[in-house]
């Protein structure tokens, strides 16, 4: 575990989660294009939610979700929560308003604090937002190194076709070019410092 994760919180830090959206050509379909719309990037986009342990290795990587989907559907949704154990801490950004469902398998939720309907934050909530900041931004470097390395994964539109399931296969080509950029930049040195 690194030294910045046991300072903060112990050994106990199972993941980290966040999410990236992957832009896509514009389906001609209008109800693809209202589900595949995404406020945030403006574009036609699909997300995937990533799961990236304290070392700063990819341990978990969703299937491709429409644009438009929320976080938090995302989360509960693609399974993730169930490889949680009891008494395990699952780290995220203020839109993954997951804490019941984590809560389900006896594990916690630590996010930055939230300012909304507040003047200011407390001392504790303060320090308690710097801490998980301060690991939680290795979730950002990795997904920044995954886009870096893989150009299919940047700011080109993902061809169509990529999203479709072909007959007699489980995962659509998009699916699976997830699943291999994160499995290679697993192969590469790590972006977090193990000291």
């Not at 992957?22 to 945030?40: G, H």
């Not at 490889?83 to 939720?109: E, H, K, M, Q, T």
Request: overall charge positive; glycine content about 8%.
């Amino acid at each position: 575990m690194p030294m910045g994760f046991r300072q903060a919180f112990g050994c106990r830090v199972a993941v980290i989660v966040d999410c990236f959206e992957v832009f896509i050509e514009r389906p001609s379909n209008l109800l693809a294009r209202a589900q595949t719309w995404s406020n945030y990037k403006h574009h036609h986009t699909v997300t995937f939610l990533i799961g990236v342990a304290p070392q700063g290795y990819v341990t978990y990587i969703s299937c491709a979700w429409r644009g438009r989907v929320s976080d938090k559907q995302i989360t509960i949704q693609s399974g993730l929560l169930k490889n949680l154990l009891p008494g395990d801490i699952v780290l995220a950004d203020r839109g993954f308003d997951i804490g019941d469902s984590v809560g389900f398998y006896c594990a916690s939720l630590k996010m930055p604090a939230f300012t909304r309907g507040k003047s200011q934050l407390s001392a504790y909530e303060v320090e308690e937002t710097r801490k998980i900041a301060n690991v939680r931004i290795r979730v950002e470097r990795v997904i920044g190194l995954v886009r870096r390395k893989y150009q299919i994964l940047q700011s080109r539109a993902v061809p169509i076709e990529h999203m479709l399931t072909k007959p007699g296969e489980a995962l659509a080509l998009i699916d699976k070019i997830g699943v291999i950029c994160c499995a290679l930049s697993n192969l590469s040195v790590s972006v977090v410092p193990l000291e």
